[in-house]
């Protein structure tokens, strides 16, 4: 995913960090923002920036944003622009979109229009939303001073089936594994029907199992994480 075209429309405070951290993954970003100064800004951080008004097809196809992997609609200060926006990149047939919602009645217009994700505007929101474009395998994402995070995401493929010792976290990668995440399938007593239960296995042992199924919370710094993703799926 380190080579996919993402559009981030609305340069805000959100849209800034995510097409930032974005273009440090090795994305390649188009940044697109109505208003002027933002644009300019933005010129020293994102390698393409673009003043339009993204409620403009005809704008929008002129960039040949059809062609994008990922569209993200970041506006925060008009939702009408979001809606607009956001069927635009319907209509022009854009293959994955991202909106925005700063409330529960947002999120409900953008659900009803299928809209395929909905993006909060919780501080962490949009470098999670960035690793995850990146990494699609990491489900969460905790930041950390000096360039250290906590990150939960599926076992890889390669070291799936693997014990911990065999795994080379610490010696290959300078990871620590904090602890794994196992789903299993209970009866509810109530219903009499199965569910899926999600449960820690505390400090994980040398000789602890890592299954395809697991999901592993690993702390580290975030180029040896992603090494680590990118290496053994």
């Known amino acids: 995913m380190r080579n996919?075209?993402?559009a981030?429309?609305?340069?805000?405070?959100?849209?800034?960090?995510?097409?930032?951290?974005?273009?440090e993954y090795g994305a390649e970003v188009i940044g697109i923002d109505h208003n002027l100064t933002v644009v300019e800004a933005a010129k020293d951080k994102i390698a393409y920036v673009v003043n339009m008004d993204s409620t403009d097809q005809n704008a929008l196809l002129s960039q040949n944003i059809e062609e994008v992997d990922t569209a993200v609609v970041t506006i925060g200060e008009n939702f009408e622009n979001v809606v607009l926006t956001t069927v635009i990149l319907q209509e022009?047939?854009?293959?994955?979109?991202?909106?925005?919602?700063t409330n529960k009645h947002q999120q409900l217009i953008l659900e009803k229009m299928g809209v395929h994700e909905i993006l909060n505007?919780?501080?962490?929101?949009?470098?999670?939303?960035?690793?995850?474009?990146?990494?699609?395998?990491?489900?969460?994402?905790f930041p950390l001073p000096d360039e250290y995070e906590i990150v939960e995401i599926d076992t890889p493929k390669r070291v799936a089936n693997m014990m911990l010792k065999d795994m080379g976290l610490r010696e290959r990668y300078n990871l620590n594994l904090i602890t794994i995440k196992s789903c299993f399938e209970t009866l509810d007593p109530v219903t009499g029907k199965t569910k899926q239960e999600e449960h820690i296995t505390g400090v994980?042992?040398?000789?602890?199992v890592i299954k395809g199924s697991d999901k592993i919370v690993i702390m580290g710094k975030k180029g040896d994480v992603n090494r680590f993703i990118e290496v053994n799926s």
């Open 8 to 23: 981030v429309i609305g340069l805000g405070q959100m849209g800034m960090a995510l097409a930032v951290q974005l273009s």
């Open 92 to 101: 022009i047939g854009v293959k994955h979109i991202i909106s925005r919602a």
């Open 204 to 208: 994980p042992k040398a000789d602890s």
């Open 121 to 141: 505007p919780e501080a962490n929101e949009g470098k999670l939303l960035a690793h995850r474009l990146i990494h699609p395998s990491i489900k969460k994402f």
């Open 4 to 6: 996919s075209k993402i």
